[in-house]
Each structure stands twice: as structure tokens, then as C-alpha cells.
T-cell receptor
Framework: DQQVKQNSPSLSVQEGRISILNCDYT??????FLWYKKYPAEGPTFLIS?????DKNEDGRFTVFLNKSAKHLSLHIVPSQPGDSAVYFC?????????????FGTGTSLTVIP | KAGVTQTPRYLIKTRGQQVTLSCSPI?????VSWYQQTPGQGLQFLFE???????NKGNFPGRFSGRQFSNSRSEMNVSTLELGDSALYLC????????????FGQGTRLTVV
């Protein structure tokens, strides 16, 4: 049972425009959310995170929005650059969990067209 | 500061064999988690080790096992390999349990033929 879902396997955006990547989750106990970026032949690298006590977190060109009532989060990249082309995974965890188990989505492959 | 190191990077094994993968976490990190990545399935959690003890386990058969050593290095073992075990196996380390961020290695690409 996939508790974190990324329903768009791929997304293409023109350079300079906004990229919006979406993620839905089903477990209401999740209270910490992360986005990872993955290039081919490399491991995922941490991009940005958000706690459930917030609805927005911004870091440079990257902003994550959280809508708890809809169990939905999104990653906005503005402006998009060709170097942003990668697979983006969202992940969720429950604080107070005894372990470091993150639940990942299946990923969205972003292509930024120059 | 060196990152998470996984060895080997690539591995080809025959069905029925067993395999051991290795992960060296970032210095000072005591939590090591393992994930399996297959096309269309995202990253599936295998297990997590902290202070040489398995703290959390995902929904994988008993053929998948692991351990952690006193220096926090971790190994993952898969016995009686099946074709469906072909995947990218990723290791992630964190400073402590319940940390809000994990740092991933480059992964080991296992192909079972």
C-alpha cells in the first residue's frame, strides 16, 4: 500500500518557467515531509523539508507547500533551470517514530527544456 | 567530510546465489537505513540500524537481512536471490534516530540473471 503518491511520473517545463511537482499522502500521522532530488547513477540528495506545523517553507528557488486537510504537498521551482532536470521524490515520516523510516513516493521525472 | 559510501557499485549475480552489500555512513552518523528502488515502486524501506540494533523493518521477506558493526558500518545480505531482487539498493545515514534528514549513498545496482 503506497502511503505517499506522486501521480505524475514525468513533467516537462520551459526554462525560466515554474515547475510544480505534486505529492499526496494517506497517513494522517505523517508530520514531516521532505523532497529529494536524484540524478541518474547517484543517490537522492536532500532538497527541502517542511514540518506539519507549517504550511510553507522556502529556500531560494524552491518552495514547498503543505495542505494538511487535503493531505497534499507540492514543490515549486521558480525559475526552472536545465540543471533542475532530475527525478524528484517526496517522502514523509511520523515524528516520534522509533526509527528513521521515510515513506517515499515513486518519483516525478522533471525535464527543463532550454 | 566524506559522504555515504556503498560498495560495490554494480553487481551481477545468478538466481539462487546470495549477496552482501556494504555501506559506510558519514563519520559520526549512527543510524543507517536501507532502501530498495525499482522502476515504478519508488524507494521501499528495508530496515534501519542504530547502535548495532535493528530498530525498524519494512515489509520484505526474511531473505533480506542486515547488520551493523560497532563503527556504524552496515551490511545487507540477500539470500536465495530471485530475478525480482534486481534493483538499486540505497543506504542512507543519519546522525541519530528520528533525524529529519537522511543522506544517501550512490547505491549498489544489483542485477540477478
Amino acid at each position: 500500500d503506497q502511503q505517499v503518491k506522486q501521480n505524475s511520473p514525468s513533467l516537462s517545463v520551459q526554462e525560466g518557467r515554474i515547475s510544480i511537482l505534486n505529492c499526496d499522502y494517506t497517513n494522517s500521522m505523517f508530520d514531516y515531509f521532505l523532497w529529494y532530488k536524484k540524478y541518474p547513477a547517484e543517490g537522492p540528495t536532500f532538497l527541502i523539508s517542511i514540518s506539519s506545523i507549517k504550511d510553507k517553507n522556502e529556500d531560494g528557488r524552491f518552495t514547498v507547500f503543505l495542505n494538511k486537510s487535503a493531505k497534499h504537498l507540492s514543490l515549486h521551482i521558480v525559475p526552472s533551470q536545465p540543471g533542475d532536470s532530475a527525478v524528484y521524490f517526496c517522502a514523509a515520516s511520523a515524528w516520534g517514530n522509533t526509527g528513521n523510516q521515510f515513506y517515499f513516493g515513486t518519483g516525478t521525472s522533471l525535464t527543463v527544456i532550454p | 567530510k566524506a559522504g555515504v559510501t556503498q560498495t560495490p557499485r554494480y553487481l551481477i549475480k545468478t538466481r539462487g546465489q546470495q549477496v552482501t552489500l556494504s555501506c559506510s555512513p558519514i563519520s559520526g552518523h549512527r543510524s543507517v537505513s536501507w532502501y530498495q528502488q525499482t522502476p515504478g515502486q519508488g524507494l521501499q524501506f528495508l530496515f534501519e540500524y542504530f547502535s548495532e540494533t535493528q530498530r525498524n523493518k519494512g515489509n520484505f521477506p526474511g531473505r533480506f537481512s542486515g547488520r551493523q558493526f560497532s563503527n556504524s558500518r552496515s551490511e545487507m545480505n540477500v539470500s536465495t536471490l530471485e530475478l525480482g531482487d534486481s534493483a538499486l539498493y540505497l543506504c542512507a545515514s543519519s546522525y541519530r534516530q528520528g533525524a529529519t534528514e537522511a543522506f544517501f549513498g550512490q547505491g549498489t545496482r544489483l542485477t540477478v540473471v
